[in-house]
């Protein structure tokens, strides 16, 4: 009786699981089945098979531009992202100081904050130094929404225990930049890698804060596919997303193999096993 | 190897005062315990000397040098942590062979002295595990290893039993003692184990509020406490309050308020009518049918608890005064309820201050 009632439960939860799977991911199913496309307009279910769209947008120069374009930004950021997060943490795991909670809510706000009022924001700011329509603007503004991520998995991993760990190496003669290069920096590397691809994804992804810094020229791949849809909508737009989803899925594979994606993008509840 | 003076030293933390001007010395080769309840400054001690905490006053010499201004990692001293502290993405083997690469030991030896190591700790042939892969026993044997093998001036412990299960702990202890011995290593020992400070020391000092209650023999801490604190802290005692009716040659005559005449051994002298409290262990006590032979002191009571444990059997006595009194006894021989003479002589019971004299306990 018991077994089958813990059977039933099994089913039953393994179908909701189903489920919600489905309605998270079907849109993105509808997206890679409408990049498939042979004829020249987004049918779903696709009118026959093929891969000319995507053919199309990796030969084509504006896609070619935006996709370039996005890659050099989202590298530069997140590995700036990367310094100034790992040593935010590192310098937020050190100190006991009045006003360090405070400062963590102050580093960590741009994730909560709607992307729309930091743009704005940074605009603002920009154009005040004159330095609006730049790609120094640009990249610095997806620093700023990227780097609490970084800062956030960093100060995860450093968790009390490497404190002892820092002392235990200094008492056995190592000084302050052997115990960092020995034994902080190995401890956080799981933590900056994770933290460092998740701002990558972040900014690659980011169309709010380009809206507001791009120059007229420099079109980033979110806004060039937001045009397109407006202007144009073949299945090349389709094309370009589920190469998008693509490289999402591979690096967010990475992180979970890494330190688990749990702690990036959320409380330790989540948990994927 | 080293020894290591401690003058005069302060710490303060916001308006807490951890450690209170503490001096102590500690002997070349000599194992000293720093014992005392949580919250006593021992840590803290330990941790002044090792150098991860700065004093707000005082100093630290180590054989004989001022260490102020040395850093931790030129002090030349092994430590052992609480929690082990190995370092978690390392191999056994390079954990300890961390001193000594910083120490810049040739290679080709370290490899030696690391086997050297794991055989003193004896835990041969477990170079290669991580630190997750091994008991909590085999990581507080690595622990201890890597702190011995860079050969350290002074070997500092901080509450390293304390997350070991009783037995293995007993067992460490042993270890730990032999170690030491054939070592000759000058050891200090934090613990709020009365049981392992008695049993691995030469010396013991006991703290509390940041000051040192009392310093002394594991011997004479126990059979000769200063204060009620200590007698309190160390092993179990029982307490009569009173005043002195009379002091002589070493000894004292104590009467309670309610009328008992205590005789005891006084360790200080004493001044008629000064309030005091006389100290007896509860092993001390004997128990007879009938007051009768030529004890010191005998009282009348009636047995109101009895606990079996083996070993021992403790009594809980009731006396016609209405204190209760514990006492030991190697068997149980007397049963429940039944009316008997406690008796002791006057030398196993000890004189003590309610504030003590050895000065500022709480």
Known sequence: MQLEAGRTAAVTRAFYILLIAVFVLAPLFVVVAVSLNRVAFTAFPPRGLSLRWYQAVLTDPQWRASLTVSLWIAAVASLLAACAGTLGAIGLHRGRFPGRDALVAGFLSPIVLPGLITGLALLFFFARLRWTGTNFALVLGHVVITFPYVLRVVLGSLVRETATLEEAAMTLGADELTTFRRITLPLARPGILAGTIFAFIISFDNITISLFLTAPRTVTLPIRILEHVQWAGTPAVAAISSLFVFLTVALALVVERTVGLHRVVGEETVGFG | ?362
């Not at chain 2, 067992?171 to 170690?179: D, N, P, S, V």
């Not at chain 2, 179990?236 to 205590?262: C, H, I, Q, W, Y």
């Not at chain 2, 007896?280 to 109101?304: F, K, M, Y």
């Open chain 2, 1 to 362: 190897m080293g020894s290591v003076n401690v003058e005069q030293v302060t710490k303060r933390y916001g308006s807490v005062t951890a450690v209170d001007q503490l001096s102590f010395l500690v002997r070349e080769g000599e194992f000293v315990s720093l014992l005392g309840p949580s919250g006593c400054g021992k840590t803290t001690t330990l941790r002044i000397i090792a150098g991860l905490t700065r004093p707000d006053g005082g100093g630290v010499e180590i054989s004989g040098r001022n260490v102020n201004d040395v850093p931790a990692y030129q002090r030349n001293i092994g430590m052992v942590f609480q929690d082990y502290a190995l370092f978690p993405h390392m191999i056994v083997a390079e954990n300890i062979a961390f001193g000594l690469r910083m120490r810049g030991v040739p290679v080709a030896q370290i490899r030696d002295r690391v086997r050297r190591a794991l055989e003193l700790v004896q835990l041969p042939g477990l170079e290669d595990r991580y630190p997750r892969q091994l008991s909590g026993g085999q990581q507080q044997r690595v622990a201890v290893a890597r702190g011995l093998a860079i050969e350290p001036a002074v070997f500092l412990l901080d509450e390293p039993l304390s997350n070991l299960d009783l037995k293995l702990r007993m067992q460490m202890r042993l270890e730990l003692r032999q170690l030491q011995q054939k070592l000759g290593i000058t050891t200090v020992f934090v613990t709020h184990d009365q049981g392992e400070a008695l049993n691995l020391s030469d010396r013991v000092i006991v703290m509390d509020a940041g000051r040192i209650v009392q310093s002394g023999s594991p011997v004479e801490i126990y059979e000769q406490p200063r204060t009620r604190f200590v007698a309190e802290f160390i092993g179990e005692s029982n307490f009569f309050e009173g005043e002195v009716v009379d002091a002589r040659n070493s000894r004292a005559v104590v009467r309670t308020p309610a009328g008992l005449l205590l005789q005891s051994a006084a360790s200080a002298p004493m001044a008629r009518g000064e309030r005091v409290l006389v100290v007896v262990r509860p092993e001390r006590i004997h128990v007879v049918r009938d007051a009768e032979g030529t004890a010191a002191n005998h009282v009348r009571g009636r047995i109101e608890h009895i606990s079996y444990s083996g070993a021992s059997t403790r009594y809980l006595v009731r006396l016609q005064t209405g204190q209760a009194v514990l006492v030991d006894v190697p068997a149980p021989t007397h049963g429940l309820g039944e009316m008997v003479s406690l008796t002791w002589e006057a030398e196993r019971s000890r004189i003590v201050q309610e504030n003590g004299s050895a000065g500022g306990t709480t």
